[in-house]
């Protein structure tokens, strides 16, 4: 099934079960985005630099994209399925379920000006083109299928929300669906922090930041946007040097040996992931906040580690590993 195929079903028919069979595409959605940016964030040998830095923030709120979608799966009573291979993606390949059909390879791979502008940017392209337009390709985007999804809440009764098993996160902004408008800030949150809005590229009422986009865009371009006297959104703010980078290769799709514990690790982050959202723990989820920060030391160490043959370095598989 595709995300396509659920966007042609009709509004009269967009009942429970499909909301929750695309808040479940939505949560897979928000996770396949996860491992190519952390591979790119890894690759550059100074974690303290700006790139570095602006990568780390995405990856962040695409962690919180997750966790309000399964917030808003759980509500309506139904479970986020996480700890199985299936949720995970096969890298290099398509985005899950069909969104994206243009973008047909999804690597993990070390970060270069290539992967930023034709992966990074292309993922979160804001529907309607950019403020700041240097493409004018204009095609489905995550935030039309985010807007079906709210307009799919907006049918139901209000006791369809029940509140329960709702999990909080200070530091992520994690917060409870506990209402229509909690689902309606949720769905607004993840749109804005991806896309910005239509009138600018900041994250409206947020975090004061550009939108996904534009910051992968600033690393793309070399320099900061900035609004011109003219008023215009241009990128040319201050420099933004692209790092230094480890060496790290395209993953092939089979993976590395060299990379089972990193991916033992991983499957466990998966398995308390799952365990959080089916039992509502808050403790669960805090362990695999936990392991998420963990998985750094031994992904640093594969993207050391050169590869026999001269073409690279190692990198972390992310394979589903019982």
């Known amino acids: 099934m595709s995300i396509q195929t659920q966007l042609s ?8 079960d499909w909301l929750m069979t695309s808040l479940q595409y939505a949560i897979e959605l928000e996770h396949a985005t996860i491992p190519p ?4 964030m890894w690759s550059v040998k100074d974690q303290q630099d700006p790139v570095a830095q602006l990568i780390s923030s995405v990856v962040m709120e695409e962690m919180l994209h997750m966790g309000l979608a399964c917030n808003m799966l759980t509500t309506i009573g139904g479970t986020p399925e996480i700890n199985s291979p299936g949720f995970v993606p096969t890298y290099p390949g398509p985005l899950p379920h069909g ?10 791979v070390g970060l270069s000006p290539d992967v930023v502008k034709n992966t990074f940017m292309q ?7 950019p403020i700041a337009a240097f493409a ?5 985007t995550i935030g039309a299928f985010y807007e079906a999804i709210l307009a799919a809440f907006q049918t139901l009764d209000p006791s369809a929300i029940t509140g329960k098993r709702q999990l909080t996160d200070e530091g992520l902004g994690l917060f409870a669906i506990n209402s229509f408008a909690d689902a309606q800030k949720a769905v607004t949150t993840i749109r804005q922090q991806g896309e910005g809005t239509s009138q600018s590229p900041y ?9 996904h986009y534009y910051r992968f ?8 946007l900035i609004k011109n006297d003219e008023g215009l959104w241009v990128y040319q703010g201050d420099a933004l040097p692209f790092p230094d980078c480890w060496p790290m290769a395209k993953v092939p799709a089979e993976g590395y040996p060299q990379s089972q514990a990193f991916d033992k690790t991983y499957t466990s982050l998966l398995a308390k992931l799952h365990e959080a959202w089916l039992q509502g723990s808050a403790d669960a989820l805090s362990d695999a906040v936990g392991i998420m920060f963990n998985l750094a030391g031994p ?3 594969l993207l050391k580690t050169p590869i026999p043959n001269g073409q690279g370095n190692y990198g972390p598989s992310f394979k589903y590993t019982p």
Request: glycine share 12%; charged share 20%; hydrophobic share 30%.
């Open 9 to 16: 079903v009709p509004m009269t028919k967009r009942d429970t």
């Open 37 to 40: 940016y952390l591979c790119g």
């Open 99 to 108: 969104v994206r059909p243009s973008l047909q390879e999804v690597a993990l």
């Open 123 to 129: 993922i979160e392209y804001p529907e309607g083109g």
């Open 136 to 140: 004018l390709e204009t095609y489905q």
């Open 203 to 211: 994250e409206s009422g947020f975090s004061g930041e550009y939108a």
């Open 217 to 224: 865009a600033e690393i793309a371009h070399g320099q900061r």
């Open 299 to 301: 992904a640093t160490n």
